[in-house]
């Protein structure tokens, strides 16, 4: 069945902007969807899925949810579920560890996606009138609904709100990524793996330094290891924490970095293997800022005076630690797109009324969340 509502814009494709695009072709409503990369998928590592965020998409996936997990899961080619732990993978539960670019992979596979479209800025224009979307390439689109679902550094988002601006957290991150052989895996990791919690492995450092290693993709001969080093920054003058740092700026990896790595003593395997300050220098290392954005009711109101809608972590940032940023983009496609089916694009306001407090709840709960992983006091933010 075919609506008779004009075509949704959707810029992003990310976890929002694919769940939502995947929704409204469910519902028979014409959708692009436009991102910036060259082509999908570009993430190769896990993150957890929750069953209540999933279960909604499997029948327009036209799976069950045994061969969703089994499609999806880090350890999909050992048969697994996606549990790393000692339980029986094959017994239903919450959660599981899911391989974030094969979750991609299957929302947009029947989807109509414009690869290589970096937006340069968008311009409003009355309400129930087209607005206009240009791009880098000089490609432009007019379009009476545009939905931004371009994570954290939403230029949707910049181009149309001054007022709504990401917030950096207190915290030194850094992450990291190693290949390992399946049979060093075995040898190394998977004992102490049994013991992860949904598929992270932690270990407190002196009270206030965290290490976490997961496993990003398992195959018969290799390991994709995800490692994080956090802690609290220091009060003054700390080489680690650079709030203000250039978004390519997360591949400069301070000197300061190794030396605190090799100051770590005591380690248990298998953190003392992966956090050896030698071996980290040979992987792929980011620092990560610990971003915030909290939703904002009015700038929200006002851009839906105009047709256009910011879901995900375009409106409501959480920190990548601490976080339930996937689950929470793949929901407000989800509801955006029943919302759209049930009400058209002439009630946006009340979309965005309608998750307001939802939106503030996790922020909210992602800063408790980082804090209770560091030991932190409320007052030290």
């Known amino acids: 069945m075919t609506s008779a509502l004009p075509p949704i814009a959707i810029i992003g494709a990310g976890m929002s902007g694919l769940a939502l695009g995947l929704c409204l072709k469910h519902k028979g409503i014409a959708a692009t969807v436009y991102d910036r990369a060259t082509s999908s998928p570009r993430y190769n590592y896990s993150i957890l899925l929750h069953s209540s965020t999933y279960r909604p998409l499997l029948s327009m996936l ?5 061969t969703f997990r089994e499609k999806l899961a880090v ?10 732990s000692g339980t029986n993978s094959s017994a239903p539960a919450d959660a599981f560890r899911c391989h974030r670019g094969r979750l ?5 596979k029947d989807l109509s996606i414009s690869w290589d479209k970096r937006l340069k800025d968008v311009q409003l224009a009355a309400q129930s009138e087209e607005l206009t979307a240009s ?9 009476r609904c545009l939905i931004g679902c371009d994570g954290p550094h939403s230029m949707t988002r910049q181009s149309l709100s001054s007022a709504m601006k990401l917030q950096v957290l207190p915290y030194v991150v850094f992450n990291g990524k190693r290949l390992i052989s399946y049979t060093e895996y075995v040898e190394t990791m998977h004992d102490y793996m049994q013991n992860s919690v949904n598929g992270v492995l932690s270990q407190a450092h002196k009270g206030e330094i965290l290490l976490e290693i997961t496993v990003n993709d398992i195959s018969s001969s290799r390991v994709n290891l995800g490692y994080t080093y956090s802690r609290p920054g220091k009060e003054n003058n700390d080489p680690l924490h650079k709030p203000d740092r250039p978004i390519p700026g997360a591949t400069d990896i301070p000197e300061e970095f190794y030396e605190e790595l090799a100051a770590l003593k005591d380690l248990e395997p298998p953190f003392k293997g992966i956090f050896d300050a030698e071996k980290v220098r040979g992987d792929r290392i980011l620092h990560w800022l610990m971003r915030t954005l909290m939703p904002d009711p009015s700038e929200a109101q006002r851009l839906a005076k105009h047709d256009v809608v910011l879901i995900g972590d375009a409106v409501h940032t959480t920190p990548i630690l601490g976080g339930e940023g996937a689950n929470m983009a793949i929901t407000d496609g989800i509801d955006l797109a029943q919302h759209i089916s049930t009400h058209g694009i002439d009630a946006l306001e ?15 709960n992602s800063i408790r969340m980082i804090e209770n992983m560091h030991m932190l006091e409320r007052s030290r933010l």
């Open 62 to 66: 036209h799976m069950d949810e045994k």
């Open 75 to 84: 350890n999909a080619q050992q048969g697994g579920g996606g549990s790393l």
């Open 104 to 108: 991609e992979a299957l929302l947009g």
């Open 135 to 143: 791009f880098d390439d000089g490609y432009s689109l007019k379009t």
């Open 350 to 364: 009340a979309f965005s009324e309608s998750k307001f407090a939802v939106w503030k709840e996790s922020v909210d």
